[in-house]
């Protein structure tokens, strides 16, 4: 028996032996990671000629300019004096892009790591006014495809995108498999009122608020940085603040914060804008979660699928009248919803594969029997709305509604995504 045992155990280890061994070589696939130096990528932010849109991320609305992300790229700088004939003029190339605010000239950008501080006041050449170095958590930019990531050397500079190769060098398991952001294409942006002040006007999906002489950025998913941009040509950094997790947009209304989260909406009080001081939060399940307030009423549509939860998606209404204890007023199911926008009684609602919805909301708990409009032609992502002008960004392009007339709503104007055809 003994001698069983033995040569059972001999067996066994030589067996864990061969199949636990990391090292392996066969030939597979792999995302061969493609470097900008860190030298050119300091140097990078500079306006360049239009270009078509390829993929479109978050919206900014600024004076006469749209500010349209094209993700990891830059942004498109989009003349809108005249809505029924938008002219795209500038690319200002901003590598690792995702958000941008804007206040007196000056466009505060994330790049990759970095935040930068662009002076637009010439936007046939706009300069890097500062910037501010490892602000952000890296992110790397995403593939289109589930092939494994290559070893990524960091001595090489700064990962801008992936080259698909064969190759047969042997690796090891488990190998590192390098992630991005999720926040880089979360669903949610917040809206402050322009209100023709020298601060922009941002859809519902943003990381990036103004609010005042503050610049508040989502610096992750659980912290926040703080900027004094009192004087425009002198940004400074004034500290952080840890949120908790999971946290994905940012909202100003009056003297607050409302950060949307994947598990709820939180509330901090700013009236010391370098401070800012928790207050309350609203709960809800698992779920993506951008948030917009007006007055007495949050509404947050939550999104379901992918990495977002639960399998329902909806909007919910929370009471706020009370802002140490929001309460759900009335929840309305949603097909696949993103980015929301108010304008006095309506709502937008950007429903995902369900198109653009348009509500009455004068009434909080009968906003579904106040539907008024629906447009399934397109697959929209966030919203701006601009006084009897709506702005759309989707996967289609940029869109633009008149609603002056509410029962006739008409498309103005649209830029489309470049086609590969």
Known sequence: MKTIIKTSLILFIGVCFFSCDDDISHEYTINEPVYMSTADFKNAVKSESSRSMEETGKIYFYGDYILVNEKFQGIHVINNSDPSNPVTEKFITIPGNIDMAVKDNMLYADSYTDLVVIDISNINQVTESKRFDDVFFYCLP???????????????????????KRTSEKYQEPRYYPMYDYMANSAAEASSKANGSNIGKAGSMARFMIQGNTLYTLKSSYALNIYDIANSNEAIFSGSLNLGWG???????????????????????ISNPFAPEYVSEYSHFMSCDPVVVEDDYAYITLRAGNWCGQNTSQLDVVDISNLNTPSLLKSY??????GLGIDGDLLFVCDGTAGLKIYDKSDPLNIAANHLSTFTDLTPYDVIPLGNILVVISPEGLLQYDYTDINNIQLLSSIKIKSDE
């Open 247 to 269: 946290i994905e947009t940012v909202f100003a209304h009056n003297n607050h914060l409302f950060f949307g989260a994947n598990r709820g909406m939180y509330i901090y009080d």
């Open 333 to 338: 199911s949603m097909t696949n919803p993103y």
């Open 142 to 164: 995403p593939t289109n495809n589930n092939y494994r990531y290559g070893d990524i050397d960091p001595k090489k500079g700064i990962v801008v995108g992936w080259e698909v």
